[in-house]
């Protein structure tokens, strides 16, 4: 059936993109100006991006892929999902890059990726610290919260000033 497939994709997406803002917004709330920050552009922009070539397999269409992006992005920011994708696009044609952003991307490839038990060399570093403090706590199964909190929620609590 046309557009099932990006249809799944996109519910998955959104299931997945949403957990680490609901554990934030249960514990600060979302800080004013979330949504323009660039690291949140890049950490989610990268994440969805990933999201849409993982969970499709690899066979959703750079169009079918656009329209998850801006529909995960509207679902879990509750605001206009495509002035953010435009802001994200502006942001990876930019030069000099933002490192804000840059780091964001980075972050929410690594974390991804690692969601998906795949690592790659930019990630390596990271992945390898999760799972030794996992491996500490007597839990290998912690290597991704312990990872998402290194390089998701311990950089939005250094943006925003979170307690």
């Known amino acids: 059936m046309f ?4 249809k799944k994709v996109t519910a998955r997406a959104i299931e997945m993109a949403r957990q680490p ?7 600060h709330g979302l800080p004013p100006l979330f949504w323009n ?5 890049g950490y989610f922009g990268s994440t969805i991006g990933f999201l849409s ?3 499709g397999d690899g066979r959703l269409s750079t169009t079918d892929k656009g329209f998850i992006l801006v529909d ?7 605001m206009n999902g495509k002035v953010i994708a435009e802001r994200l696009i502006e942001l990876a044609q930019s030069n ?3 490192e804000a952003f840059e780091l964001g991307a980075d972050n929410g490839s690594i974390v991804t990726l690692a969601a998906f038990g795949k690592v790659t060399p930019v990630g390596q570093q990271a992945v ?5 403090s996992a491996d500490e706590q007597g839990d290998p ?4 919260p312990i990872l998402m909190m290194s390089l998701f929620f311990q950089p939005i609590s250094e943006r925003f000033s979170l307690k």
């Open 3 to 6: 557009g099932s497939r990006r």
């Open 21 to 27: 803002l609901a554990i934030l917004q249960h514990n």
């Open 37 to 41: 920050d660039e690291f949140v552009i």
């Open 53 to 55: 070539h993982m969970l």
């Open 72 to 78: 995960v992005l509207t679902d879990i920011s509750n």
């Open 96 to 98: 000099p890059k933002n």
């Open 128 to 132: 390898a610290e999760a799972q030794k």
């Open 141 to 144: 199964q912690q290597m991704l």
